[in-house]
């Protein structure tokens, strides 16, 4: 099922669609920025699932995964995560997952730190969601940090240029 999933980097004219993915899927945090590079997993026309990675104050951070619940635990966020090592690759980034997911971001280079390490903007953020109580790990990923991908070569299958999920959203 898997493997009829195009995973590619968003073009302007999906970033609405892929906001109401977010809407729909109970994302609650900032909106997609033009600027942010959004990357989108689609199966046969349908989004199934979505991340992105953010500027945010001079740091990069990761947000947003998503996955649509039938096409979870499929290791299509994984897939996700390594068409992103390219952008990934020669900066720092952050992120604050779900503290049960922190070994799913740990397999690709995450490590846990302690929220005083995160930048002011990221530590506040993390405040926050404690105070809602919405339990987050705070997570770095070091510059040069490589994704061991499940092919064992390091490299990601499939093409990594793409851009577009081609689910003709020309409305």
């Known amino acids: 099922m898997t493997s009829e999933i195009l995973i ?9 669609d892929a906001q109401r993915f977010y809407d729909d899927h109970g994302y609650r945090g900032d909106p997609i920025k033009v600027r ?3 990357l989108l997993a689609c199966r046969r026309g349908e989004l199934v699932g979505i991340v992105r ?3 945010e104050d001079g740091f990069l951070c990761l947000r ?5 619940p039938d096409f979870r635990r499929l290791g299509l966020g994984t897939r996700m995560l390594e068409h992103l090592e390219t952008v990934m690759a020669n900066q720092p980034c952050y992120c604050l997952p779900y503290i049960y997911l922190a070994h799913f971001y740990g397999q ?3 490590i846990s730190i302690d929220p005083v390490q995160l930048p002011p903007l990221l530590e506040r953020r993390a405040n926050d969601y404690i105070q809602r109580d919405i339990l987050v790990s705070a997570m ?3 510059a040069g940090q490589r994704i061991h991908s499940r092919n064992g070569t390091g490299s990601v299958q499939g ?6 999920c081609g689910y003709g959203l020309e409305h």
């Not at 590619?8 to 609405?16: D, Q, T």
């Not at 947003?64 to 649509?68: E, F, I, N, P, T």
């Not at 093409?159 to 577009?164: I, L, R």
Request: glycine share 10%; hydrophobic share 35%.
């Open 8 to 16: 590619s980097f968003a073009k302007p004219a999906e970033l609405a």
């Open 36 to 38: 942010d590079t959004v």
């Open 53 to 55: 990675l953010c500027q």
């Open 64 to 68: 947003g995964m998503r996955v649509h």
């Open 108 to 110: 690709v280079g995450f």
């Open 140 to 142: 770095y990923r070091p």
């Open 159 to 164: 093409p990594t240029e793409q851009t577009g």
